[in-house]
């Protein structure tokens, strides 16, 4: 095997990384570092062809508890860290509005 066939196989540093990512919303951050996705998947039925939506939680890892309920997330596979924890927080895509209203309602009143 040549150097050029090795360059050819791996992937470059700046390329796409081949690990999935899937875009969900928060619905639990009630432990610690980690949070719950849910992700909405929408495919035909087998035999009626009707469109069907689905929803699959994923745990993901959160190592700054940045992510709040609510907040729409990208997460990306990584190895596994937990018995179900497959998935790292990636990004926060969009924030929740809800997360403003309860930060603003915990304030002390002076």
């Given amino acids: 095997m040549t150097a050029t066939q090795k360059e050819q196989q791996t992937p470059a540093a700046g390329s796409a990384s081949r690990r999935n990512e899937k875009v969900g919303q928060v619905v639990s951050t009630k432990m610690q570092k980690t949070i719950v996705v849910a992700v909405e998947m ?8 009707k469109i069907m939506r689905t929803t699959k939680k994923f745990y993901a890892h959160d190592e700054q508890n940045s992510a709040r309920l609510g907040d729409v997330v990208r997460i990306r596979e990584t190895r596994p860290l937990s018995k179900l924890k497959r998935w790292s927080l990636e990004e926060i895509v969009r ?14 009143v002076k």
């Fill in 95 to 108: 924030r929740s509005t809800l997360a403003q209203v309860e930060d603003t309602a915990h304030e002390p």
């Fill in 42 to 49: 929408r495919k035909p039925h087998a035999k009626y062809k």
